[in-house]
Each structure stands twice: as C-alpha cells, then as structure tokens.
C-alpha cells in the first residue's frame, strides 16, 4: 500500500474535509495526539515526558512519545518502518482467517448487531476471551502474528498470549467508546495496539464525561495512529477512560489493527 489517508496532526484540529495524504511514515516525534474540548473551549497539548528519558539503546532506538491526563498513561513509536509494515500488512491479508456467523455479531445493551469491521482471535492453546455478549477460543498463532507479537515483546518487555485482529475495509468500518476491562485480562497488565495499513483516529474519553449531562467536562485525547505504529495503554488507562475509532467517511484504504493482551487462564 502506497498512500494512506491521515488526519492533519499538528497545529490542531481539522474541519470537515480538511485530509492530507501521508506519503512517508508519520514521524512519532510530530504532535500527533492534541487534546481538545467538546463545547468549544480552549485546546491544549498533551503532556509528554522528554524523549532523553529513556535511554534508545535499551528500547531498540525508537523514539517514543508519553501520552499522560488525568488517569491516562500511553507510550506511541513508530515499531515497524514503511516497507515492513507494508509486507506486514499483505501477510495478515493472507493468513487472518475472520470470524462469520453468529461470532460476527455483537451484543449491545441486551439487542445484537452485525460487528461493523472484521474480527478474529488468535493466542495460546485453552485460553478464552469474553466481551460484548462473546466468548472467543483463540487459533493458534500463525507466523505473521508470532513475528509482530515477539516484536512488541521485546521493546516492551512484557509477555502477551493472546491478539484480537480487527479489520477496517476502509472508513465506514468502526468501533464505538468501550474500555478493555474484560476480567480474563491478567492484573496489571497492559494492552498494546499495533496499527498497519490507513490512517485512523483513535479517541480517549474520560469515563465522568459521556453522555448529554456529563458528571464534569474532561478534555478528549485524540491520537491518530499511523501505519506501522505501536501505541501502549498501560494500567489505570482502562479503569478511567473509554476509547473508540469512529468513522471517517474520506478515508479509503483499509486497516488491520492487533490488540495484544495478557489473559488469565480460565478457572478450573
């Protein structure tokens, strides 16, 4: 894939129709999450820690922005460059195999609908995954998920048994506000999304500021998540804030998404 379509990242939000095409890799170091009030208010940038913290050679020398708010604690790089994110993407085309039938479906405040995007579930032998009115048994890894999971092991140090695989066909596909708080998920643990193909907005927002009469009013985090990106939400992220991928009707290309996760082993 040649071309992906992005949201203009830097010096704020964009109107309707305001795109540009990202012909290179979106630079991590650019101002690509921005925070902005619902009604209108003042926009403010997104804290992060200096780059210099952490020391590159013992991170493989990827340049990571820290993404902090009030209970929220993400790290966002760059993990996998244009051309091997782009064989990347052709291998998952290839070997994800996406579920149909009744675990294509979703349940929403007790009605099902048909899940907006493709989804598939890959992991250890025995484990099991519950949301939504699912409960998912993984299939075994196959090699171009075991190439991405051991890569995000290793810059992150953490261990992961289990992917969920989400496919966007282009713009029209997405996910509405939830948290990953699923009970299979191991104490503690982190959650670690890897991004190829099309550009897509990714939106955080705090739990006490949904709905028409929010508790209080808490600045959305928008985060556009670039091909071959690797964003990691660490523990209390989930606990506070709601995260979606709404719909951007102008963009075109597709998106396969891989969340990454630690899970229990289901109780004997």
């Not at 244009?82 to 994800?96: I, P, S």
């Not at 066909?169 to 299979?184: F, K, L, N, W, Y």
């Not at 290309?253 to 109780?267: E, G, K, V, W």
Request: proline residues 6%; aromatic residues 8%.
């Amino acid at each position: 894939m040649d071309r992906f379509l992005v949201k203009q990242a830097l010096g704020g939000r964009l109107g309707k129709g305001q795109e540009r095409s990202l012909e290179e890799e979106q630079d991590p170091g650019e101002e690509a999450a921005l925070l902005g009030r619902e009604a209108g208010g003042s926009r403010k940038r997104l804290r992060r820690d200096s780059e210099e913290e952490r020391d590159p050679a013992e991170e493989g020398g990827l340049r990571w922005q820290h993404i902090r708010a009030e209970g929220l604690d993400c790290d966002y790089t760059i993990l996998f460059d244009r051309a091997e994110a782009g064989e990347l993407f052709q291998q998952l085309e290839k070997e994800v195999d996406y579920f149909t039938g009744a675990l294509a479906r979703v349940q929403v405040f007790g009605k099902w609908y048909q899940v907006p995007r493709k989804q598939a579930a890959y992991g250890d032998a025995g484990m099991t995954y519950s949301f939504s009115g699912l409960t998912l048994s993984p299939k075994p890894w196959t090699p171009v998920l075991e190439r991405v999971r051991d890569r995000v092991s290793r810059v992150t140090g953490q261990t992961f048994n289990f992917v969920l695989v989400n496919r966007y066909a282009d713009g029209r596909d997405h996910i509405g506000e939830h948290r990953d708080d699923e009970r299979e998920l191991a104490p503690g643990s982190p959650i670690a999304s890897v991004s190829f193909g099309a550009c897509r907005d990714f939106i955080f927002r705090h739990k006490d500021s949904r709905g028409r009469s929010p508790a209080r009013q808490v600045d959305v985090v928008r985060l556009p998540l670039a091909h071959g990106s690797l964003l990691v939400m660490n523990p209390p992220t989930n606990t506070h804030w709601y995260h979606s991928l709404p719909t951007r009707k102008r963009v075109l290309a597709a998106r396969i998404n891989l969340t990454f996760r630690h899970i229990l082993p289901p109780a004997k």
